[in-house]
């Protein structure tokens, strides 16, 4: 719901007293909650604590297992409309298939990844569809077929689970079609979150894929002769978008996905003004009474709503409203509460949104790093201590790769005195991201794998690799 819709909804309210808080109702002073962990310098318990404190999930008592409370599952609920609106314009169909699988379905899978242990609920729903598609598709008459479920699937393979960001159960939007053309990611249109966009390793692509290409929050694999084409995008986006716009008073949610986008806290009206004018105020407002200003204010910026609306008896004198922007929130701004009122708040959110991704966007500029060599440019301190990503002439083997994770874990390991790393923590040595479709430079015949001292493969590089560590 756009700001101009939903304020002009809110004013069209009934004019209704507000009732009174029920006695048993929690106060502020009740309510104290110790200072958030800080996002700078311990961001895993910043992370987890922002989640639950903020409303955006729960635990559960399956490990990697959690419950998407409303807060979060409205902003997938947004992305669901978002991309259904572009699906459909595409000539995409939504469908739904089964979620088990056969083991003898599974068994025609076993040449793409090994798994870790037999399966019955869907870790992809390849296997499922496929045989389906085998049966519709009989001619060239029946293509294109394009067709995208909404689902939840299971991967069992791992430890160390995080919310979001590597749950063992999650949801994700999987599109299937029996043609080929480029998947869109619109990661910067809805969440603010710029993206890099490229081709991933062939240690890293789909399983039996003969390409994945990515944008971090979406992949498309080409699967040749096993599959058809697939594309995705999953709640692991949510977590991204924490991470990005998140500070140390809580959620910062882009106006574009915010379920709530506008929150109205009166300052002072109850013993200061005239009933009949309170309850113009109130019936758009945050009304509960047993709670004061400040720690609505804190509530609400835990949760991330991008504008907060503060309205005083001054303000109502005036015909005014103080607006307070999430990202800015030492700037207040009066706003006039005329015919142009929501125009101003919505072109408020749209400059809020522009914001949060250039901001961002230098945030991601200024952790990327272009180096030739591993041992001279430090390769495994910029990936590790400052936690950059490394943009590396590579020769792309799977090899070479490998070796390359090995040899920064250990020194990881090492450096940390940590002994040996663990193989599938979310802490280990650094992979290949992608390789970027945009490359910083051409590489220039004869250069050599940035890799070579370590990985001892002494192949000239192709192209420039991006390589992170998983955290």
């Given at each position: 719901?756009?700001?101009?819709?939903?304020?002009?909804?809110?004013?069209?309210?009934?004019?209704?007293?507000?009732?009174?808080?029920?006695?048993?109702?929690?106060?502020s002073?009740?309510?104290?909650?110790?200072?958030?962990?800080?996002k700078s310098?311990?961001?895993?318990?910043?992370?987890?604590?922002?989640?639950?404190?903020?409303g955006?999930l729960?635990?559960h008592?399956?490990?990697?297992?959690?419950?998407?409370?409303?807060?979060?599952?409205?902003?997938?609920?947004?992305?669901?409309?978002?991309?259904?609106?572009?699906?459909?314009?595409?000539?995409?169909d939504?469908?739904?298939?089964?979620?088990?699988v056969?083991?003898r379905?599974?068994?025609k899978?076993?040449?793409?990844?090994?798994?870790?242990e037999?399966?019955?609920?869907?870790?992809?729903?390849?296997?499922?569809?496929?045989?389906?598609?085998?049966?519709?598709?009989?001619?060239?008459?029946?293509l294109?077929?394009?067709?995208?479920?909404?689902?939840?699937?299971?991967?069992?393979?791992?430890k160390?689970?995080?919310?979001?960001?590597?749950?063992?159960?999650?949801l994700?939007?999987?599109?299937?079609?029996?043609?080929?053309?480029?998947?869109?990611?619109?990661?910067?249109d809805l969440?603010?979150?710029?993206?890099?966009?490229?081709?991933?390793?062939?240690?890293?692509?789909?399983?039996g894929?003969?390409?994945?290409s990515?944008?971090?929050?979406?992949t498309?694999h080409?699967?040749?002769?096993?599959?058809?084409?697939?594309?995705?995008?999953?709640?692991?986006?949510?977590?991204?978008?924490?991470?990005?716009?998140?500070?140390?008073?809580?959620?910062?949610?882009?106006?574009?996905?915010?379920?709530?986008?506008?929150?109205?806290?009166?300052?002072?009206?109850?013993?200061?003004?005239?009933?009949?004018?309170r309850?113009?105020?109130?019936?758009?407002?945050?009304?509960?009474?047993?709670?004061?200003?400040?720690?609505?204010?804190?509530?609400?910026?835990?949760k991330?709503?991008?504008?907060?609306?503060?309205?005083?008896?001054r303000d109502?004198?005036n015909?005014?409203?103080?607006?307070?922007?999430?990202?800015?929130?030492g700037?207040?701004t009066?706003?006039?509460?005329n015919?142009?009122f929501?125009r101003a708040?919505?072109?408020m959110?749209?400059?809020?949104?522009k914001?949060m991704?250039?901001?961002?966007?230098?945030?991601?500029?200024?952790?990327?790093?272009v180096?030739?060599?591993?041992?001279?440019?430090?390769?495994?301190?910029?990936?590790?201590?400052?936690?950059?990503?490394?943009?590396?002439?590579?020769?792309?083997?799977?090899?070479?790769?490998?070796?390359?994770?090995?040899?920064?874990?250990?020194?990881?390991?090492?450096?940390?005195?940590a002994?040996?790393?663990d193989?599938?923590?979310?802490?280990?040595?650094?992979?290949?991201?992608?390789?970027?479709?945009?490359?910083?430079?051409?590489?220039?015949?004869?250069t050599?794998?940035?890799?070579?001292?370590?990985?001892?493969c002494?192949?000239?590089?192709?192209?420039?690799?991006?390589?992170?560590?998983?955290?």
């Open positions: 719901m756009s700001s101009a819709t939903m304020l002009t909804s809110m004013a069209a309210l009934p004019k209704t007293k507000p009732k009174p808080a029920p006695p048993t109702a929690p106060s002073a009740s309510i104290q909650h110790p200072p958030l962990p800080s310098q311990d961001p895993s318990k910043w992370y987890s604590t922002i989640l639950t404190r903020s955006m729960d635990y008592d399956v490990s990697g297992c959690y419950i998407l409370r409303p807060w979060s599952y409205s902003i997938w609920s947004h992305i669901q409309s978002f991309l259904n609106a572009r699906l459909t314009d595409s000539g995409v939504n469908c739904y298939f089964p979620m088990f056969t083991s379905a599974l068994d899978e076993q040449a793409h990844s090994e798994l870790a037999p399966l019955a609920i869907r870790p992809t729903s390849e296997t499922i569809m496929y045989p389906a598609f085998a049966r519709w598709i009989t001619s060239y008459r029946d294109p077929l394009r067709l995208n479920q909404w689902c939840n699937v299971v991967r069992w393979e791992f160390h689970p995080q919310p979001f960001l590597r749950s063992r159960e999650f994700w939007q999987e599109g299937h079609s029996a043609f080929a053309t480029a998947a869109q990611a619109d990661a910067e969440l603010a979150v710029p993206v890099i966009a490229g081709r991933k390793s062939d240690r890293e692509k789909f399983a894929a003969l390409y994945t990515t944008v971090e929050a979406a498309s080409a699967l040749g002769q096993n599959f058809a084409r697939i594309w995705g995008l999953t709640t692991r986006t949510l977590g991204v978008m924490v991470l990005v716009h998140g500070d140390d008073k809580g959620l910062v949610l882009p106006p574009r996905v915010a379920s709530v986008q506008v929150v109205v806290v009166p300052c002072g009206l109850t013993a200061k003004l005239a009933p009949e004018k309850d113009e105020v109130m019936r758009a407002a945050d009304t509960r009474e047993q709670f004061s200003p400040g720690f609505k204010f804190n509530d609400w910026e835990m991330g709503v991008p504008i907060r609306i503060e309205v005083g008896p109502v004198a015909g005014q409203v103080v607006a307070v922007r999430r990202d800015m929130l700037v207040k009066p706003v006039p509460v015919g142009e929501a708040i919505q072109g959110m749209d400059e809020m949104h914001d991704f250039e901001r961002a966007k230098r945030d991601r500029d200024a952790h990327v790093a180096i030739d060599e591993w041992e001279k440019d430090g390769f495994v301190q910029l990936v590790g201590e400052e936690s950059k990503m490394v943009m590396a002439p590579w020769c792309g083997s799977v090899e070479c790769e490998e070796k390359i994770k090995e040899a920064s874990a250990s020194a990881s390991a090492a450096s940390a005195g002994g040996e790393a193989e599938r923590a979310p802490a280990m040595g650094a992979k290949s991201l992608c390789i970027p479709f945009e490359q910083p430079r051409e590489v220039a015949s004869g050599r794998c940035f890799a070579h001292g370590v990985s001892g002494g192949k000239e590089a192709v192209a420039y690799g991006l390589f992170g560590r998983s955290h």
